[in-house]
């Protein structure tokens, strides 16, 4: 296989989780040995068709079990909950650059890449979940994170805006805190597949800025009044809730005046 798009679809069709790890990395590395071609002429499957594994269960968010990092079994299910965060972040980047055609090959190159890394993440948590015994699929997982996709499976302003601009960026914020927590507990192993992570994803939420000025830039939006727009019109709930990372938005491609949006 030599076609971006054959590689998301194989990945999008079946439902074994080592196959699609397998299919994204072999994706890349097709990519860096500049065999990879950027066009096809089948059309976009629509977003249902779209498989996900058996397990885990998925829960509505407020059925999930609450946690608290300072018993083993809280530990084991965050890192489920990260896990599964990491697995859908590989689908949404995935179906970023499947769903969203005609775009410069840089964007698909960006975005390919950071579903390696996403795989990458993905399989650093579950090695960790390996350690305690834990397999990923033994617990339940938040339901919610794919819906962004759905939603905005038409509108690629919305996709970036909601994914990298939100939901990743959520990360952000919240992941120095949890470093913090680990760090306090002398859990290296978490402290380092943390920092880890958190350098990548500062990367990948400055990808979604980039590209969403620079489709705003080719539709005629003014980028900080449509990022307020689509955030209305999408964020179920009104806007996400701070604190926000100010220092390492801005790294990420935020201006001042989208985080003091989001924080009046
Ligand atoms: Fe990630
Ligand atoms: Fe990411």
Redesign the pocket.
Known sequence: MKNLFDFAEAFFCQANVDEKLALTHQAWQTYIAKELTFTSGRPVLPIDRVIFPARPELLAPRQMPRRKLTTTAGVAAFFHAIAH??FV?IYLAWDILYRFRGMPDQFYQDWLRVAD??AQ??ELIRMHLRAIEIEYGDLPAHSGLWDHAKDTADDLLGRLAMVPRCM?AR?LDVTPALIEKFRILGDDASVAILTR?LT??VR?VERGSYWFKFVCQQRGFEAEAKYCELIDQYYIGGKPKGPFNRELRKIAGFSDAEIDWLES
């Open positions: 965060v990491e972040a890394e996403e993440h993905f990743e990360g992570i990548d994803e990948h």
